[in-house]
């Protein structure tokens, strides 16, 4: 299962008015939810059912702005899932997400 996905946030998305005014950064968490939402994505294209997964670590390497074109990629690695967070050749964030053996 291998997978590459892109996207943007918004400069008007809430999370900004809080995470920090007058100089807003997407806050970890999104970049999280990207990464879960691309694995998820991946099981679905490969005929897999999709079930809930477990962040084992993350690095957040850059700070990233509103509006950025992200791409998140995704790959089987040795202790779950490896992603990798980037804003053109730019390594915002890493990580590895592990699955439930299924039922």
Known sequence: M??????????D????A???????IVPGVLLLDAAVHAVQQALEAAGAATRPCEISAAKFLSPVGPGETLTVSCS???????FEI???????ATGTLVLPPPP
Request: glycine share 14%; charged share 15%; proline share 14%.
């Open 2 to 11: 291998q997978l590459e996905t892109r996207f943007v946030v918004a400069p």
């Open 13 to 16: 998305h809430p999370a900004f």
């Open 18 to 24: 809080g995470h920090f005014p007058g100089n807003p």
């Open 76 to 82: 089987p690695g040795a202790r779950g899932i490896h």
């Open 86 to 92: 980037r804003s053109g050749t730019r390594q915002a």
